[in-house]
């Protein structure tokens, strides 16, 4: 029986496998430096490469299965070379971006912080360098300038249907594209994994800049923030989750002086 290997989390493993062929085994992974997933039970869990034995007895497990593809899609952890080279036909990853621009972590969030006007959903191989990889197909997500991330993911999760539902089937009999990224005319752009410290504002910033950082790090991210300073010296860090206007951005802006 044909089988395919499937790294991620919750939703990007739910979505993935509807477009799994019901003749193929599929052995979910997870990562470890996640919390246990909720809409299925992984195969194997992921350890870190240094955790030996356990990485050690988790790659051979991989390897004992001999599986055809790996996929991958919205997983948190580095994918070593030797686990990517197991699978007989590629490993393909789906990322939330239009590759090459926006290779790496939390692309949605990055795009809108960076005050893009699309995005898009992008199906490579997947190389030792992260989201480096051919691409196989693409499509553009727009951004409205009202989206939040999650409402810029939710687009991106439809436009991965659509390019699952066309291409899976292309890539399991070897009929897909296989395009260099060299070969398009964007240039590569990579951003860092998002930290907490990266929500950080001041009023003194252009109001677009506040309002798009805001939108881009709406409940469940932790949000954007400000700090400021009480009377006896104490200062306070007031976090804004929830999505305000750009308006309401101005009228803060002009009620500290800055306007």
């Given at each position: 029986m044909s089988s395919v290997v499937i790294f991620g989390d919750d939703y990007g493993v739910q979505q993935l496998i509807p477009h799994i062929p019901s003749d193929y085994k599929i052995f979910p992974v997870s990562s470890s430096i996640r919390s246990s997933p909720k809409t299925f039970y992984p195969a194997f869990v992921q350890p870190s490469k240094h955790m030996q034995p356990y990485y050690k007895t988790f790659k051979e497990s991989l390897s004992a299965i001999e599986p055809d593809f790996i996929f991958s899609h919205s997983y948190s952890m580095f994918i070593p070379g030797e686990i990517l080279s197991i699978p007989k036909n590629g490993a393909i990853n789906v990322h939330f971006s239009y590759l090459p621009k926006y290779r790496g972590a939390n692309p949605i969030q990055w795009a809108i912080i960076n005050g893009e006007t699309k995005t898009g959903v992008t199906l490579h191989y997947m190389t030792e360098e992260i989201d480096a990889g051919d691409i196989i197909a693409r499509c553009e997500v727009p951004i409205l300038i009202t989206d939040t991330w999650v409402d810029v993911t939710q687009k991106c999760k439809?436009?991965?249907?659509?390019?699952?539902?066309?291409?899976?089937p292309?890539?399991?009999?070897g009929t897909n594209k296989k395009i260099p990224q060299e070969d398009f005319p964007e240039k590569p752009t990579r951003f860092p994994r998002r930290k907490p410290e990266d929500g950080y504002f001041t009023w003194g910033s252009p109001s677009v800049d506040i309002y798009n950082k805001i939108r881009a790090l709406v409940k469940p991210h932790p949000g954007a923030f400000y700090c400021c300073n009480s009377l006896d010296g104490v200062q306070t860090k007031i976090v804004?989750?929830?999505?305000?206007?750009?308006e309401w951005v101005k009228h803060m802006k002009v009620e500290r002086g800055y306007i």
């Open positions: 439809d436009a991965a249907d659509k390019l699952l539902k066309i291409n899976i292309k890539i399991l009999n804004i989750d929830e999505y305000k206007t750009l």
